[in-house]
């Protein structure tokens, strides 16, 4: 399944992760560039710079599929 999780902080860094090792393609989308370190480097998934609730963020973020 294809997820998105929109915010980088501790929790949604927890579940993109948990996601990821349950098999999922998962993207995360945070405003702030530097939140994507909470993100382990193991992590295959798409970090996405911009706003959630914009529909060109979530286009790269593969909203459509």
Do not use: Q, T, W, Y
């Amino acid at each position: 399944m294809k997820i998105v999780i929109v915010g980088c902080g501790r929790i949604g860094a927890g579940l993109a992760h948990a996601l990821e090792k349950a098999g999922h393609e998962v993207s995360v989308v945070d405003s702030d560039p530097s939140a994507f370190a909470m993100l382990n480097a193991d992590f295959k998934g798409k970090r996405i710079e911009g706003i959630g609730f914009d529909r060109d963020v979530l286009l790269k973020a593969g909203i459509d599929r």
